[in-house]
T-cell receptor, first 115, second 112 residues
Framework: AQSVTQLDSQVPVFEEAPVELRCNYSSSVSVYLFWYVQYPNQGLQLLLKYLSGSTLVKGINGFEAEFNKSQTSFHLRKPSVHISDTAEYFCAVSDLSGGSYIPTFGRGTSLIVHP | DSGVTQTPKHLITATGQRVTLRCSPRSGDLSVYWYQQSLDQGLQFLIQYYNGEERAKGNILERFSAQQFPDLHSELNLSSLELGDSALYFC???????????FGQGTRLTVV
């Protein structure tokens, strides 16, 4: 079964600094990859997705992520964060090989942006 | 607004009771997923329906059941509730299997 590891449970950073949130998944076969953001007391909102094509994908709010098949990673980056980026971030993987296509989520990374 | 509607937003009930959570997917989406989010377990997949048929089951307890109706809305039924069932329950929908899922605002269930 597919598993998703978000290596950092919490990432503190100062405003306007760059940030990288790390995500690794277990299977290297065909996958779709996603990053979601969850603000307090809200549902999950899609930030970006990789389905096929260019391994560098750009999303909303200035975020981007790079798919690395050999390292089974899909790290999320932003060159300059804002206070408003403080939220919980989830990496998700849909494994296409088993036929279920169920999005499996990591445990989440709490991004805390300090002024 | 994701287009996915969940009701109710909050639910407080006693142990041993039964509740029903409702989800209306985005217009045109055939696939519905239910997830449970708790502090200790993270976001756990419960069950998926596709165009009215159950397609996949995850860590769903036997006390829990779900269905998807012909108009594609879905209900998650939780019975014999225990304190440990307190969590956020999310519904998500997608146009096709595996592509991006759009999440509702969730139902916060508190069992007392």
């Amino acid at each position: 079964a597919q598993s998703v590891t978000q290596l950092d449970s919490q990432v503190p950073v100062f405003e306007e600094a760059p940030v990288e949130l790390r995500c690794n998944y277990s299977s290297s076969v065909s996958v779709y990859l996603f990053w979601y953001v969850q603000y307090p007391n809200q549902g999950l909102q899609l930030l970006l997705k990789y389905l096929s094509g260019s391994t560098l994908v750009k999303g909303i709010n200035g975020f981007e992520a790079e798919f690395n098949k050999s390292q089974t990673s899909f790290h999320l980056r932003k060159p300059s964060v804002h206070i408003s980026d403080t939220a919980e971030y989830f990496c998700a993987v849909s494994d296409l090989s088993g036929g279920s296509y169920i999005p499996t989520f990591g445990r989440g990374t709490s991004l805390i942006v300090h002024p | 607004d994701s287009g996915v509607t969940q009701t109710p937003k909050h639910l407080i009930t006693a142990t041993g009771q039964r509740v029903t959570l409702r989800c209306s997917p985005r217009s045109g989406d055939l696939s519905v997923y239910w997830y449970q989010q708790s502090l200790d377990q993270g976001l756990q997949f419960l069950i998926q329906y596709y165009n009215g048929e159950e397609r996949a089951k995850g860590n769903i307890l036997e006390r829990f059941s779900a269905q998807q109706f012909p108009d594609l809305h879905s209900e998650l039924n939780l019975s014999s509730l225990e304190l440990g069932d307190s969590a956020l329950y999310f519904c998500a929908s997608s146009a096709t299997r595996g592509t991006e899922a759009f999440f509702g605002q969730g139902t916060r269930l508190t069992v007392v």
